[in-house]
């Protein structure tokens, strides 16, 4: 269901948002702020309870998410603040960008064991440079085309992970629809990371390494141990290795299946892999986080391991998957925008004719 408002967000409704986004902005300057002076804490806020929560917001409110997110708030300020150069981003440059996105998040994921999952400074760091390149091309192109639905190196798993929200929320942050990316992923009904009008090399590549490399990356990181004090240096390329020939195992099997499956149950095999990806993720990720990970003390939040049953992570482990699956593959639910499309900014007349003087 294509969603599109017929007028623009209400004022109250608007300040709603504003507050909204300022409250969470605040909770993710205080992570920020408790990596740099308290990295103990900071490094659980982040890494064990803001990124466990992100995939299953991802599955079932992914709008939700992007309207509140920190970082996208963060760099919106300039075009909030109607300060923003707004340069139209090409066709060509957005699939760069996305491209670039699945590059970013393949390459920092694994440094986590390296180094920021146990150094705080470090993550501050990462997230403080992430920051400030969100910031500066959103302050040079449009609206959310060159950050949030470009170079944002989650978005290419909210694409994945997004296939059916639970609720359409209004948008948060676009006042006006001026068609700032297209197809605009907010807005789009059943967006996905190979979804493009014009297919571009950029975007084939991009979107058969999200979908068909992740589950196999994500088995592959749960693989590797978390390292101290810059031991994890000297074990990078295991590092590295594990997670990305898992992926090159997955992402074959997946070009293989694509090749065979009929293009009009292509939906069906992306759908398949993504309930896989965020099923692996949750399969280990939430035993390692209360005491039961394959890797003792790895991303452990609070040790239950004396006091629960061996079979307690067991039955965590099938109910997600279950759930992912019913979900993204077999839920029959209509798929619609992850927020409602602002209605289209009007040209000015004078400009229309500019541009078409038989108008
Ligand atoms: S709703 Fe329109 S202006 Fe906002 S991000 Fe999507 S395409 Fe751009």
New binding site residues.
Partial sequence: MNLQAKSILSSPSRMYWRITQILVGLVGLGIFIALIFFPEIGIHAFWNVLIPIAPALFVVAVGLWRNVCPLASTSLISRHLGFAKKKKLKVKQQGRLQLIAVILLLLIVPLRHTIFDTNGLATAIIIGILALIAIYVSYKY????AW??GLCPIHPVEKLYGRKSLFVLP?A??K???????P????TPSIHPLYKKKKMLSNKIAGALIIGGFPGFIWGWFHVQDYFNNEGWKYLVSTYAYPFIAMTITLILFLVMKKVVAKKHEVILINLFAAAAVSVYYWYRLPALIGFGIIQGDGMLVDFSQSLPNWFPIILQTLTTLFFAWWIVFNKKEISNW?I??PYKKQNKSIRNIINPTV
């Fill in positions: 449009n609206w959310k085309s949030c639905s948008n942050h676009c006006t629809c001026v068609k700032c990316v297209a605009c992923p907010d807005s927020v499309r602002p």
